[in-house]
């Protein structure tokens, strides 16, 4: 099986060092991009199978770098997951309705992170599989 290719699209570049070290470690391919733009670039030419969305990013924030993803066809079933501060919960609520699958708080917790990438992958793989027809799925 080819591994998991998760687009980081994160502007702290400690931050994406240390996501993209413990993923790398893990097997997965990381694809970084350190804005918005760079990031809805890479979504559409390499359809990443996740993507990790900073919310605080320079120029275009991670919400609305979600909602254009989210609306144009070519990525919109890709699943994104929030990044965000542990001091800004209130940022969860709008992730979700930005069309965020899911969010990890910052910082991120080395020991668990790569379990929560796992976790959601899985969780997106088998929604995935919820909505196709009979016949795609056979
Ligand atoms: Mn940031």
């Known amino acids: 099986m ?3 290719r998760i ?8 931050n994406m060092e240390l996501a993209e070290d413990l993923l790398v470690d893990e097997g997965f391919e990381v694809l970084p991009a350190a804005d918005a733009i760079t990031g809805i670039e890479i979504a559409r030419s390499e359809r990443p199978d996740l993507i990790l969305m900073d919310l605080q990013l320079p120029g ?7 909602q254009m993803l989210k609306a144009d ?4 079933t890709i699943p994104i997951v929030a990044l965000t501060a542990h001091a800004m919960n209130h940022h969860d609520d709008q992730a979700k ?5 899911d969010f990890i708080s910052k910082p991120i917790d080395t020991d668990r992170f790569p379990d929560q990438v796992r976790r959601i992958l899985k969780a997106a793989a088998n929604e995935a599989i919820g909505e196709l027809t009979p ?3 056979a």
Request: aromatic share 0%; glycine share 6%.
């Open 2 to 4: 080819q591994p998991a």
């Open 7 to 14: 687009l980081i699209i994160e502007d702290n570049p400690l």
């Open 60 to 66: 275009i924030d991670g919400l609305q770098a979600t």
């Open 73 to 76: 066809e070519r990525t919109r």
């Open 97 to 101: 309705r930005a069309g965020c699958c």
């Open 135 to 137: 016949s795609e799925v």
